[in-house]
T-cell receptor, first 115, second 113 residues
């Protein structure tokens, strides 16, 4: 059983650029969610995808967007990068059945630095 | 809105000491409560959970009881080990799950031999 993998692990961008982060879900999981973790803070929910559709979103602007593919892998795209977007971006997968359990399996994250 | 407040760290203890990390929450409805742990160099992983009032979650010697009357979910362990050194996050999810998990800021635990 493979875990959640994310790429790249580290990247540096400049303000105004665009970035795409990628995530491969744990085998058998049908739901993927993304979180932003600023230094010294807890993760903050960005959005969640189930069956290739966004079915939940946190308090993030539209320049944060995502995709989920038929194989349940996912992308997080951020346009018009700002300095405050510098953070660790975490992908988490889960298996959602009749009820939501909140048991998420996290990757190690992609650390984004915006200069 | 939903929020989680947990004690600030770092918390430094000696091996075999008793551990309590406080967590209180604010939420609408009846959320499920979680403790996640992040060991050095690893991703977040679920430590334990409780889904309704008075439930006790337990794992690896850690315990936490869902207290609706005090809106708390304190993490306890009777005898900590050096290997317990990590960052611990209290979290909640409202019923349905579409709002994602709401996490506290995390508590860095350091266990000295």
């Amino acid at each position: 059983e493979t875990g959640v993998t994310q790429s790249p692990t580290h990247l540096i961008k400049t303000r105004g650029q665009q970035v795409t982060l990628r995530c491969s879900s744990q085998s058998g999981h049908n739901t993927v969610s993304w979180y932003q973790q600023a230094l010294g803070q807890g993760p903050q929910f960005i959005f969640q995808y189930y069956r290739e559709e966004e079915n939940g979103r946190g308090n993030f602007p539209p320049r944060f967007s995502g995709l989920q593919f038929p194989n349940y892998s996912s992308e997080l795209n951020v346009n018009a990068l700002e300095l405050d977007d510098s953070a660790l971006y975490l992908c988490a997968s889960s298996l959602v059945g009749r009820s939501y359990t909140g048991e998420l399996f996290f990757g190690e994250g992609s650390r984004l630095t915006v200069l | 809105g939903n929020s989680v407040t947990q004690m600030e760290g770092p918390v430094t203890l000696s091996e075999e000491a008793f551990l309590t990390i406080n967590c209180t929450y604010t939420a609408t409805g009846y959320p499920s409560l979680f403790w996640y742990v992040q060991y050095p160099g690893e991703g977040l992983q679920l430590l334990l959970k409780a889904t309704k009032a008075d439930d006790k979650g337990s794992n690896k010697g850690f315990e936490a009881t869902y207290r609706k009357e005090t809106t708390s979910f304190h993490l306890e362990k009777g005898s900590v080990q050096v290997s317990d050194s990590a960052v611990y996050f209290c979290a909640l999810v409202p019923g349905g799950g579409a709002d994602g998990l709401t996490f506290g800021k995390g508590t860095h635990l350091i266990i000295q031999p």
